[in-house]
């Protein structure tokens, strides 16, 4: 029997809900239906016209698809995007897309054949072959996600608060390939943002800055709960000045180099005072001002965010390291 398109859908909308719960490092949350969240409406878009075939009135068998969370949950209501697809690939070697909904449980009626029925709640989906019969019953489609949520933030030290355009997440999958990299998930993550996912480990690798404060956690994701993940940074904001005198006006035209300890460069720029995040360590400030360069010893610690300034008088430069060092 060919495929003919589906001629008509409707849906049905509700509310989603999800829970938070603080933590430190990770916790889980009770569930996603404690706490109310925005509703989005349903929209019906897209038959395809290339499959041919045609639907009348006496032939169109309503299909009621659901998708819970959990096996034992209840159906969702809010977040989910339904797509219906042929089972027969079209020329680019794709399945064609015949239709597509968003919102909660789906009401299809479809013409009598064999689809692709794909629900997605955010990165997290499930897929199911659909035979809709000439007569007879047909069954309610549902489809189990085994998905749950993840919102991620960090600090700074143990408590610091990190401003949220200065951070960002990327997910990968837990399972290393045999290049020795991981499949990236999701990149660019901010704080604070619900990111769904089907249950299981994450290998998360959260950026503070843009040089050299990365840290790497593996968490868990349960389904049909919220995990809040709070990423602990051992790094710290600095602003670099080279001033005449302790506490003086930074000077302009500034060239500046940092260096590890054993003398490798992470990180070039030119300013009167650039600001930038460092991994917690030791280093070196190099400062080029008009021919000349001058530089000083000093030491990153998390949470600290402080100012490093450079002496044009490199024996004070040398003085105030040794005075800092002395008071650590």
Sequence with gaps: MPIRPAVAMSLTVASLVSSLVPARAQDSAESFSQVTTPMKGGKLTSFNPI????????????????????????P???GLTWRVFSPIPAADGKLPLLAT??????AFQL???EYFVNVAFGRAGATKKLVVPESGSVDRQVMVLDAGGIMLNAVSGSDVRIPPKELSFAIYAAEVREDGERNLVMDDVKPNSVVRLNAGTYHVVSDYGTVNAVIRADIQVEAGKLTRATIQHRAAKLTLKLVAE?????IADTAWSILTSSGDTVSESVGAFPTLVLAEGSYIAVARNKNKIYQRDFAVKAGVNTDVEVLLDENANEQKAAAEDVVD
């Design 76 to 78: 969702m209501q809010h």
């Design 51 to 74: 499959i041919t075939g045609e639907a009348t009135p006496t032939n169109l068998r309503d299909v009621t698809c659901e998708a819970l969370l959990t096996k034992d949950g209840l």
């Design 101 to 106: 909904s968003e919102g909660g449980s789906a």
């Design 111 to 113: 013409v009598p054949g």
């Design 246 to 250: 302790p506490g003086g006006e930074a």
